[in-house]
């Protein structure tokens, strides 16, 4: 692959189950790396877009976290596989398509397909991050375990057999969400140099 003048110099592929708090921490980053240097990219934005599209649903309402989209996400899940199936760089091309910051947060791997595309496509700039929470955690979040949904490798896939960069605990007990982002926080500086 050829660096192209808008290719970005980090790339961080963030995971995590329902709950773990995802879109707080790549929120955080962000804010605090500012938006002239980082954009959060959603690889479910493109698969719930496109969803929305082919079945006549309100895409907003898809997008938020309300009954609506918990009311699709078994079959939007159904769906989503069978298009990555066809082809597994679908969702994440589409997300990443016209992305021009330096840094690129994607905030929501879910496949392992997911990661190896990332890797294969920008293996340099690449580094994963597993955002965890215990399950009390995440049912004081508002989480339950829905069948279909909680055993599916939508929320599963990425439960072992991947070696991440980081793994941040984003519970009371834990380190501070700040103490544990300093490393990451501090790669964009680096980031590109050889």
């Known amino acids: 692959m050829t660096m192209e003048t808008g290719e970005p110099k980090l790339i961080l592929v963030f995971s995590g189950k329902r709950k773990s708090g995802k879109d707080y921490v790549t929120d955080q980053i962000l804010r605090r790396l500012g938006s ?3 954009c ?3 690889l479910s934005g493109p698969l719930k877009q496109q969803y929305a599209q082919e079945h006549g649903l309100d895409v907003e309402q898809l997008l938020g976290s309300g009954r609506y989209k918990e009311d699709f996400r078994a079959d939007m899940i159904l769906w989503g596989e069978t ?3 066809q082809d597994p760089g679908f969702f994440c091309r589409l997300a990443t398509r016209g992305a021009q910051h330096p840094v690129w947060v994607v905030s929501d791997a879910r496949r392992l397909s997911d990661l ?4 294969a496509e920008f293996p340099s700039q690449t580094r994963c991050v597993r955002v965890q929470a215990s399950d009390q955690t995440r049912t004081e979040r ?3 375990f829905t069948a279909g949904i909680d055993d599916a490798e939508s929320e599963c896939g990425l439960d072992s057999g ?10 009371a007990d834990a380190p501070s969400l700040e103490e544990q982002l300093q490393p990451i926080l501090k790669l964009p500086e680096t980031a590109g140099q050889s």
């Not at 190896?116 to 890797?119: A, E, L, M, N, R």
């Open 36 to 38: 002239d240097v980082c």
């Open 40 to 42: 959060v990219l959603r």
């Open 116 to 119: 190896q595309w990332f890797w």
């Open 162 to 171: 991947v070696e991440f960069d980081w793994i941040i605990r984003n519970e």
């Open 142 to 144: 508002g989480w339950s």
């Open 83 to 85: 298009r990555r199936r």
